[in-house]
Each structure stands twice: as structure tokens, then as C-alpha cells.
């Protein structure tokens, strides 16, 4: 349980992120300073890799009803990297 402690820590520090992955596993990555805050990232279907995407904030493009407040935002791509496609 400690692990998972200092993860969350780190998380609510902005020092890491968290990615919720297919298989309802948590997978961790340290913040990228130059890409801070919510970001989308693509998952290859076939090695399982995970990577951030570079872009605007994943809220962008989004409207929310009146009144309705975002807290964090977790958009995934999902399909095959450069190595698994070719």
C-alpha cells in the first residue's frame, strides 16, 4: 500500500500522471513539465505501449452544460504504434 501512497502523492503533486489502461490497471509516468495538466495518449493494441500526445489541453473542444465543473480529463487513442503496424 505504501507504493501506491507515494504514487498518489506524486500525482497530486503534478510530479506524475496516472493512465488508465484496458485491462483496469493504473500505469504511472513521471510529469513532463513541458506538457503539464491533462493530455491524451495512444496505446498500441498490439505491444501495449503508452505514449503522451503532444497538442492542446484534452478538454479542449468540449462543452460542458452549465454549472458542470472538469477535474481531469482522460483521452486514449487506441491502435497499433510504427513498429506493430509495419
Known amino acids: 500500500m505504501t507504493l501506491y501512497r507515494v504514487l498518489d502523492w ?14 483496469r490497471v493504473w500505469r504511472f509516468n513521471a510529469m513532463d513539465r513541458v506538457q503539464p495538466g491533462d ?4 496505446h498500441c493494441t498490439r505491444c501495449g505501449q ?5 497538442g ?3 478538454t479542449a473542444g ?12 482522460e483521452i486514449t487513442i487506441h491502435g497499433r504504434c510504427p513498429r506493430c503496424a509495419g
Request: hydrophobic share 40%; charged share 30%; aromatic share 8%.
Open 10 to 23: 506524486l500525482v497530486e503533486r503534478d510530479l506524475a500522471h496516472r493512465i488508465a489502461a484496458e485491462d
Open 39 to 42: 493530455h491524451a495518449h495512444f
Open 50 to 54: 503508452i505514449v503522451c500526445l503532444d
Open 56 to 58: 492542446p489541453d484534452s
Open 62 to 73: 468540449f462543452a460542458l452544460p452549465k454549472g458542470y465543473q472538469p477535474e481531469r480529463t
